[in-house]
């Protein structure tokens, strides 16, 4: 990794400049840019756009990263691109030094989206914004969703060093979309609008989630958009104020997309009614309930947190947590201290997962010794939650697994949702 993007633009340029083969939603952020991401996409697809889908990180399989009209790209589909980019890869490899995977997935993905090709491109970046792969775009919307404490060893170890590697995808005159952000952050976002002439719309000023009502499944929303556009009894199929908030961020993230003209209510309804983000408080089983949440940060465990005190009634809760070692672990344990009862520390399949001992030596600064348990494995943790969740049928007891991405992922594979 390096702080340039000379070889994506050369690789670009040799191409034929996918990138620019559409108009394009441009996502950064710490937390919630996947979510959002995904209820952009789905927004406008019900538009009646074809889309292409960037994320990352993927859960099961790299397909997942990239999408067509929101499902992910075919093995053969995919195979077949690579064989035409490849010796272009190979060139900018011998001429400038070699790409990374992720540099060489970016692009596999614009040349998949211009090659389909598809109305729209919805992009998340990888990690930060400035030199990030994705950066080579011209967007026609810039998004931020909320910027928090992350991967301070390559972003900086401030908010503000941070927002600033996350608002340099703010490249050009066209709107720019924001969560509610911290004050530090805010002000490197508007100063970095302001330098590009780019203006600026901030949820709670410009747009705004109006208010919302806990559902089976999710919950209901009720959203105004831009230019005084009013969007009410949206079903969203996701937990949390946190989703509720994104879900606003997307509605105005389309509106701008299209020159501030106001969604059908219809569209909006039908956009979320389908949208999913897996990983995110997902469902993996019940009797017992096994949840699984990737928040692998201080922010996000807060909003996984307070999302699971207002959509779950556990009168008790197990949990399975596994990290990654350049983590903040401490402060993600002690966020979790008070909804959780019990804790199976244990590893993930990540080289970079922080040891199960390690964690436990944290874990036990938060709970009891007794109430702290290590597992030598995910299935071998998994089996522990779920019999220390059916030792007494007569309290609703849960199991969270979370931690990280990769987490979530094992566990998905393990319970069958892979």
Known sequence: MEPSLARDRALMDILGDPQNSAPVVHVAGTNGKTSTTRMIESLLRATGLRTGMYTSPHLHAVNERICL????????????????????????????????????????????????????????????????????????VAVITPIGLDHQEYLGETLADIAAEKAGIITAPVPVVTSVQSEPALVVVAEAAEAQGAPLYLAGRDFDLIG????????????????????????????GRHQAENAAVAVASVE????????????????????????????????????????????????????????????????????????????????????????????????????????????????????VEVAEDMPAAIEAAIAEADADLAVATGVLITGSVVTVADARQLLGKD
């Open 212 to 239: 919302r009502d806990i559902a089976v499944g999710g919950q209901v929303l009720d959203i105004a958009g831009l230019g005084g556009s009013h969007h009410p009894d949206v079903f969203l199929p996701l937990h």
């Open 69 to 140: 009209d929101g499902e992910p790209v075919s093995d053969e589909r995919l195979v077949a691109i690579y064989h035409e980019v490849e010796p272009f890869i190979r060139m900018i490899d011998a001429a400038q030094g070699e790409l990374t995977w992720f540099q060489a997935i970016t692009a596999l993905a614009f040349a998949t989206f211009a090659d389909a090709p598809v109305d729209v491109m919805v992009i998340e970046t990888g990690l930060g914004g400035t030199w990030d792969s994705t950066n080579v775009v011209e967007p026609s």
């Open 256 to 371: 701008a997309m299209l020159g501030g003209r106001s969604l059908d209510s219809d569209v909006v309804r039908e956009g979320f009614a389908t949208v999913n983000s897996p990983g995110r408080l997902e469902l993996l089983r019940t009797a017992p309930t096994v949840l699984a949440d990737a928040a692998h940060n201080p922010a996000g465990v807060a909003a996984l947190v307070s999302a699971l005190g207002e959509s779950f009634g556990f009168e008790r809760l197990v949990g399975v947590i596994a990290v990654l070692a350049d983590k903040d672990v401490e402060s993600m344990l002690m966020a979790l201290g008070p909804v959780l009862d019990h804790v199976v520390v244990t590893v993930n399949s990540s080289p970079r997962c922080l040891p199960a001992e390690d964690v436990a030596d944290l874990a036990r600064e938060v709970w009891d010794d007794s109430a």
